[in-house]
C-alpha cells in the first residue's frame, strides 16, 4: 500500500447502519478518530434518522435518502465549523443513527395493588399487567434527554423506568374511569385505549411516542376471589330439590341399561327417589331439635384497615378489635352475602356497646 493509499484510507467515504438486533434504539458510527471526507455517502434507511453531532452540540438531522456530504445538506454544522466561505476538507463529526421502528412486546406491571373504588364494592384492590409499545418521536429531545453519550442505546436500558411511568400514572387513570371491576375483563380493549391516551403526555417528554398499551390481566385479591367463586357455585346449583331429582333420575337411567322401558322405570323410580330424598331432608316440626344457630367463630367477615383488605375475622376476634379501637362503627365491613362494603355499624352494630347516655 502506498502512501496516498494509507493517507485517503483514514478517512471515512460511506457511513450507514444495518440493524441486525430487535432492541437497538440508537447507535454511533464508529468513527474511530478518522476524518470523514467531504463529499462521503451517507446512506439512511428506512426507518432511519441520522443526527451529526459537533463537539457535543446537536447538528444536522437527515432523514431517509443518500446524500453526499457537502455544505448544501449540512448547513447547521457549515454554521458551526464556519464553512461559509466554502470547504472541500476531511472533517469530524460524531454521526447517531435513531431508529425510528416501533419498538413492541415492552412489559408493564403493577408491583403493588392499587386500591379503587368501584361502584359495587365500594373499595377494591387491583394488579394489572400487560404489554406497551413505543417508537421515537422527537430525536433531539431523546438524543438530549435520554441517551447521552451512549453509543448503543437498546430499549432494555428505559423499560423498566417507562414501565414505573405507566404504573405511577395507571392509578390516577383508574380512579378517572368508572368502569365495574366485574365488567374490565369485557372491555380490555377499550380500557388499553383509555389509559394510552391518558399516560401517553408523559412520553412525549422524552421524545417518545406511546402508540399503544395492552391490558393482558387485571385480577382482583384472592380472598375477594374466593368469596366470588362460592358465590358462583351457589348460583349455578340453583334448586336443591329439582338439582337431586335430577341427579336421581340420571343414576337410575344409568343402572337400567339404557332400554326404553328401561329409561321409563328409571325415570320413574328418579323421580320418586328424588322426591323422596326431598320430604327426608325436611324436619318434622313435631320431633325435630330446633336447629342451633351459627357458632359465634364463624370467620367470614373483611374488615377494611388502612385502604387494605384484612381477614377472615369471626365474631369473637371482632369484638376484640372493637375493644381495641381498631373497628369502629364507621369502619367498612364485607362479608360474602352483601352486595358490596358497608359500614359496620350496619353489619355488626349489635356487637358495639350502647353510646353512653345523654346528660
Not at 404504573?167 to 389509559?195: C, H, R
Not at 375477594?224 to 362460592?230: G, T
Not at 344409568?254 to 328409571?266: C, I, L, R
Given at each position: 500500500m502506498g502512501l496516498f493509499d494509507w493517507i485517503f484510507g483514514q478517512f471515512i467515504d460511506v457511513i450507514d447502519w444495518t440493524d441486525d438486533t430487535h432492541d437497538t434504539m440508537v447507535w454511533r458510527f464508529p468513527r474511530q478518530g478518522n476524518a470523514i471526507k467531504y463529499g462521503a455517502k451517507l446512506i439512511v434507511r428506512e426507518s432511519q434518522i441520522a443526527v451529526f453531532v459537533n463537539?457535543?452540540?446537536?447538528?444536522?438531522?437527515?432523514?431517509p435518502g443518500t446524500y453526499e456530504l457537502e455544505t448544501n445538506n449540512l448547513p447547521i454544522l457549515t454554521d458551526l465549523q464556519h464553512w461559509d466561505h466554502g470547504f472541500n476538507s476531511p472533517f469530524k463529526a460524531e454521526v447517531y443513527f435513531l431508529n425510528t421502528k416501533r419498538f413492541t412486546d415492552l412489559k408493564w406491571g403493577?408491583?403493588?395493588?392499587?386500591?379503587?373504588?368501584?361502584?359495587?364494592?365500594?373499595?377494591?384492590?387491583l394488579r394489572a399487567f400487560g404489554t406497551y409499545e413505543?417508537?421515537?418521536?422527537?430525536?433531539?429531545t431523546f438524543l438530549k434527554e435520554i441517551v447521552g453519550t451512549d453509543g448503543h442505546f437498546t430499549t432494555d436500558e428505559i423499560e423498566g423506568q417507562l414501565s414505573n411511568l405507566i404504573v405511577?400514572?395507571?392509578?390516577?387513570?383508574?380512579?378517572?374511569?368508572?368502569?365495574?371491576?366485574?365488567?374490565?375483563?369485557?372491555?380490555?380493549?377499550?380500557?388499553?385505549?383509555?389509559?394510552?391516551?391518558?399516560?401517553a403526555p408523559f412520553f412525549q417528554e422524552y421524545g417518545l411516542e406511546l402508540t399503544k398499551i395492552l391490558v393482558e390481566n387485571i385480577s382482583l385479591p384472592e380472598a375477594v376471589q374466593q368469596a366470588l367463586d362460592q358465590r358462583t357455585s351457589r348460583a349455578i346449583t340453583g334448586d336443591l330439590d329439582a338439582n337431586l331429582k335430577y341427579q336421581a333420575g340420571e343414576a337410575m337411567g344409568n343402572?337400567?341399561?339404557g332400554s326404553t322401558m328401561g329409561d321409563m322405570v328409571g325415570m320413574g323410580a328418579g323421580?320418586?327417589?328424588?322426591?323422596?330424598?326431598?320430604?327426608?331432608?325436611?324436619?318434622?316440626?313435631?320431633?325435630a331439635p330446633a336447629t342451633p344457630p351459627p357458632p359465634p367463630d364463624i370467620k367470614h367477615y373483611f374488615v377494611s384497615i388502612d385502604g387494605r383488605s384484612e381477614g377472615p375475622f369471626g365474631l369473637d376476634e371482632m369484638r376484640s378489635m372493637?375493644?381495641?379501637?381498631?373497628?369502629?362503627?364507621?369502619?367498612?365491613v364485607w362479608r360474602e352475602d352483601l352486595n358490596g362494603w358497608k359500614e359496620a355499624a350496619h353489619v355488626v352494630g349489635g356487637l358495639f356497646p350502647p353510646p353512653p347516655p345523654r346528660q
Amino acid at each position: 500500500m502506498g502512501l496516498f493509499d494509507w493517507i485517503f484510507g483514514q478517512f471515512i467515504d460511506v457511513i450507514d447502519w444495518t440493524d441486525d438486533t430487535h432492541d437497538t434504539m440508537v447507535w454511533r458510527f464508529p468513527r474511530q478518530g478518522n476524518a470523514i471526507k467531504y463529499g462521503a455517502k451517507l446512506i439512511v434507511r428506512e426507518s432511519q434518522i441520522a443526527v451529526f453531532v459537533n463537539e457535543g452540540q446537536i447538528a444536522d438531522v437527515l432523514t431517509p435518502g443518500t446524500y453526499e456530504l457537502e455544505t448544501n445538506n449540512l448547513p447547521i454544522l457549515t454554521d458551526l465549523q464556519h464553512w461559509d466561505h466554502g470547504f472541500n476538507s476531511p472533517f469530524k463529526a460524531e454521526v447517531y443513527f435513531l431508529n425510528t421502528k416501533r419498538f413492541t412486546d415492552l412489559k408493564w406491571g403493577t408491583k403493588n395493588p392499587i386500591m379503587v373504588r368501584d361502584n359495587e364494592f365500594d373499595m377494591v384492590r387491583l394488579r394489572a399487567f400487560g404489554t406497551y409499545e413505543i417508537r421515537l418521536d422527537d430525536p433531539e429531545t431523546f438524543l438530549k434527554e435520554i441517551v447521552g453519550t451512549d453509543g448503543h442505546f437498546t430499549t432494555d436500558e428505559i423499560e423498566g423506568q417507562l414501565s414505573n411511568l405507566i404504573v405511577s400514572k395507571l392509578a390516577v387513570i383508574l380512579g378517572k374511569d368508572d368502569t365495574p371491576v366485574l365488567d374490565l375483563a369485557a372491555n380490555y380493549e377499550t380500557f388499553g385505549q383509555f389509559i394510552t391516551e391518558g399516560i401517553a403526555p408523559f412520553f412525549q417528554e422524552y421524545g417518545l411516542e406511546l402508540t399503544k398499551i395492552l391490558v393482558e390481566n387485571i385480577s382482583l385479591p384472592e380472598a375477594v376471589q374466593q368469596a366470588l367463586d362460592q358465590r358462583t357455585s351457589r348460583a349455578i346449583t340453583g334448586d336443591l330439590d329439582a338439582n337431586l331429582k335430577y341427579q336421581a333420575g340420571e343414576a337410575m337411567g344409568n343402572a337400567s341399561g339404557g332400554s326404553t322401558m328401561g329409561d321409563m322405570v328409571g325415570m320413574g323410580a328418579g323421580v320418586a327417589m328424588g322426591q323422596m330424598m326431598a320430604d327426608a331432608m325436611k324436619p318434622d316440626p313435631k320431633t325435630a331439635p330446633a336447629t342451633p344457630p351459627p357458632p359465634p367463630d364463624i370467620k367470614h367477615y373483611f374488615v377494611s384497615i388502612d385502604g387494605r383488605s384484612e381477614g377472615p375475622f369471626g365474631l369473637d376476634e371482632m369484638r376484640s378489635m372493637i375493644a381495641k379501637g381498631t373497628l369502629t362503627r364507621d369502619t367498612y365491613v364485607w362479608r360474602e352475602d352483601l352486595n358490596g362494603w358497608k359500614e359496620a355499624a350496619h353489619v355488626v352494630g349489635g356487637l358495639f356497646p350502647p353510646p353512653p347516655p345523654r346528660q
